[in-house]
């Protein structure tokens, strides 16, 4: 065999081999993907919208808890005491105090019970921080107590109704109520702290304290 045709033939062999090779190529690259990938990347995307889902669940829950967080607290009895101007000038104790239900839960079994903090005539300086909790006995009243209060329902006791002969240049009081919701089986109570204040014309009105 000639020199010529030796050569063009190993270039045809060549070019069918080079040819082969790339339709090889070919068909790899559009070759489908075997069953194990995919049922990795099935998984992976299950995996993946499992995940969304539980934290779509947990954000659903949060603010699920959340609203009945906010639902309670707006439920929550609100009792409040509210001091009136004394009806005799002379006389601060002759004030009265009004005990309102502020919400729309109603509250049974509401009584109140009145505590002399200080009176000045006795001769003890008033302490102008004296706690909700000092000591000494209550005053109670037939009247004060076993009341049922509706939303905005309230009624009015004085301490004059329990002291006589009294008249104070200066005092402090507690008056602590407790009642019953109608949703629950036991008692709630709170303590109201007032002391009083001499007003420029010399008459004598209650302030409210902070109940610490």
């Given at each position: 065999?000639?020199?010529?045709?030796?050569?063009?033939?190993?270039?045809?062999?060549?070019?069918?081999?080079?040819?082969?090779?790339?339709?090889?190529?070919?068909?790899?690259?559009?070759?489908?993907?075997?069953?194990?990938?995919?049922?990795?990347?099935?998984?992976?995307?299950?995996?993946?919208?499992?995940?969304?889902?539980?934290?779509?669940?947990?954000?659903?829950?949060?603010?699920?808890?959340?609203?009945?967080?906010?639902?309670?607290?707006?439920?929550?009895?609100?009792?409040?005491?509210?001091?009136?101007?004394?009806?005799?000038?002379?006389?601060?104790?002759?004030?009265?105090?009004?005990?309102?239900?502020?919400?729309?839960?109603?509250?049974?079994?509401?009584?109140?019970?009145?505590?002399?903090?200080?009176?000045?005539?006795?001769?003890?300086?008033?302490?102008?921080?004296?706690?909700?909790?000092?000591?000494?006995?209550?005053?109670?009243?037939d009247d004060w107590g076993g009341h049922t209060l509706n939303m905005d329902d309230k009624y009015t006791i004085s301490p004059s109704d329990a002291i006589h002969a009294i008249t104070p240049?200066?005092?402090?009081?507690?008056?602590?109520?407790s009642y019953r919701p109608w949703i629950l089986p036991w008692r709630l109570g709170r303590r109201f702290r007032f002391q009083t204040h001499r007003m420029p014309n010399g008459v004598l009105?209650?302030?409210?304290?902070?109940?610490?």
């Amino acid at each position: 065999m000639s020199k010529g045709k030796y050569k063009r033939k190993r270039e045809r062999e060549q070019q069918r081999l080079a040819q082969t090779s790339a339709k090889g190529k070919t068909l790899r690259k559009e070759e489908p993907p075997r069953p194990e990938k995919q049922k990795q990347r099935g998984a992976e995307n299950q995996s993946g919208t499992s995940l969304r889902k539980i934290a779509i669940g947990a954000a659903s829950a949060m603010l699920a808890l959340l609203g009945g967080v906010v639902a309670v607290l707006t439920l929550l009895p609100r009792i409040s005491v509210t001091a009136g101007d004394p009806i005799d000038p002379n006389d601060t104790l002759s004030a009265p105090f009004t005990i309102s239900n502020n919400n729309f839960i109603q509250l049974r079994e509401v009584s109140a019970i009145l505590w002399i903090n200080e009176i000045q005539p006795l001769g003890v300086p008033l302490d102008k921080n004296i706690p909700a909790d000092a000591p000494g006995g209550g005053l109670f009243l037939d009247d004060w107590g076993g009341h049922t209060l509706n939303m905005d329902d309230k009624y009015t006791i004085s301490p004059s109704d329990a002291i006589h002969a009294i008249t104070p240049r200066e005092a402090a009081i507690s008056i602590g109520v407790s009642y019953r919701p109608w949703i629950l089986p036991w008692r709630l109570g709170r303590r109201f702290r007032f002391q009083t204040h001499r007003m420029p014309n010399g008459v004598l009105t209650w302030y409210q304290l902070p109940t610490g």
